[in-house]
């Protein structure tokens, strides 16, 4: 049985923020799921008996060598692509980078990884999430500077 595709897949991203403001972003590779060369917040599935913000932070030191530390949820989402037979429920998490400098740990899985303005995000290939997470923190960032949230479908 296969994970998304037999069976839901659930699993947990974070958006880290480094200390310049800048965010950190992965490509993936080819060995990837899906989604490939697209970029992403990285992230990854929830083990058995394991919390979301746990397997946030295990997978991104696990794939990048780095430490974060977990601020708030920025949303919950459905990726669910009947044409491909794909189906996710993946929570995305804020947060900052705490301790490491990161690499690629699994250069078949993540081509290229990089601290991004959100200027900068706007404008790359995005993975099916990622695009999602995107819309969410913009929605964010206006609210905060006094901005009206727009109507959501």
């Known amino acids: 049985m296969k ?11 974070i958006v880290i923020v480094g200390s310049d403001g800048k965010i950190f972003m992965a490509q993936r590779g080819r060995g990837a799921r ?16 394991e919390s979301r913000e746990r397997a946030a932070q295990r997978n991104v030191l696990d794939k990048y060598g780095i430490k974060v530390g977990i601020d708030k949820i920025l949303g919950v989402y459905d990726v669910i692509d009947k044409k491909r037979k794909d ?6 998490f804020t947060g900052r980078h705490i301790k490491g400098t990161p690499r690629i740990l699994y250069p078949a ?7 991004f303005s959100l200027d900068e995000i706007g404008k790359m290939d995005l993975s099916r999430i990622t695009r999602l997470n995107y819309r969410d923190l913009i929605a964010e960032k206006k609210i905060s500077k006094g901005k009206t949230k727009s109507h959501r479908k």
């Open 3 to 13: 994970i998304g595709v037999d069976y839901i897949g659930t699993s947990a991203g």
């Open 34 to 49: 899906d989604d490939v060369d697209k970029w992403e917040f990285p992230g990854g599935t929830i083990s058995l008996f």
């Open 87 to 92: 189906h996710w429920v993946s929570t995305t």
């Open 109 to 115: 899985k993540c081509r290229n990884i990089g601290w």
